[in-house]
């Protein structure tokens, strides 16, 4: 019996992505560390403020930036039982990468509600990306078209959702 020795191919270098987001892969954030927050406000003043529970947030990071989505969960009291889903369409850097816009859909339980969360960029690496941002939906519409109902003890003409979190890489 012999023994063969074959040559083997070298793996080609793994295809970067953006460079305003970490490398390319799937990153999650814990529940510990993502934060969202509902808020109604009517005016100047705030009439309910609410945490909400993120039951999945996702960050999929792909070779090119057409690809990348980030994908939110969540649950709550305000809610009513239901879960509030969030899908973004794109994501696109601004002011030298320091803040991302990301549209996407906001759905309950009836038609999506288009919304733009706009980001700002605290940390990243090449393995983790911390975020700070906000979107504002006026309310009636998100009424009509999702379903949302508050209370009517406590009038609104705007929702708040304010998302703070962290996504590292789910090796």
Same mark, same amino acid.
């Given at each position: 019996m012999t023994t063969e020795t074959l040559p083997t191919a070298p793996l080609p270098p793994p295809v970067p992505g953006p460079d305003w987001l970490p490398d390319p892969g799937t990153y999650g954030a814990a529940p510990d560390r993502c934060i969202v927050e509902l808020t109604a406000r009517f005016g100047p &003043?705030? /009439? &309910?403020?609410?945490?909400?529970? +993120?039951? !999945? %947030? /996702?960050?999929?990071? +792909?070779? !090119?930036? !057409? !690809?990348?989505?980030?994908?939110?969960?969540? %649950? @709550?009291?305000?809610? @009513?039982?239901?879960?509030?889903?969030?899908?973004?369409?794109?994501? #696109?850097? #601004?002011?030298? +990468?320091?803040?991302?816009?990301v549209p996407g859909e906001l759905a309950l339980a009836g038609d999506p509600v288009e919304a733009l969360f706009g980001f700002r960029v605290v940390e990243r690496t090449t393995d983790r990306l911390l975020v700070l941002g906000t979107a504002q939906l006026p309310y009636r519409h998100l009424h009509r078209r999702t379903g949302l109902a508050l209370p009517r003890t406590r009038p609104t003409a705007r929702v708040r959702l304010l998302v703070a979190a962290e996504f590292t890489c789910a090796v």
């Amino acid at each position: 019996m012999t023994t063969e020795t074959l040559p083997t191919a070298p793996l080609p270098p793994p295809v970067p992505g953006p460079d305003w987001l970490p490398d390319p892969g799937t990153y999650g954030a814990a529940p510990d560390r993502c934060i969202v927050e509902l808020t109604a406000r009517f005016g100047p &003043l705030t /009439t &309910l403020r609410r945490r909400l529970t +993120a039951l !999945d %947030a /996702t960050l999929t990071v +792909a070779p !090119d930036s !057409d !690809d990348c989505v980030l994908s939110l969960e969540l %649950a @709550g009291r305000p809610l @009513g039982g239901r879960l509030l889903t969030f899908v973004s369409t794109s994501l #696109t850097p #601004t002011d030298e +990468a320091t803040r991302l816009h990301v549209p996407g859909e906001l759905a309950l339980a009836g038609d999506p509600v288009e919304a733009l969360f706009g980001f700002r960029v605290v940390e990243r690496t090449t393995d983790r990306l911390l975020v700070l941002g906000t979107a504002q939906l006026p309310y009636r519409h998100l009424h009509r078209r999702t379903g949302l109902a508050l209370p009517r003890t406590r009038p609104t003409a705007r929702v708040r959702l304010l998302v703070a979190a962290e996504f590292t890489c789910a090796v």
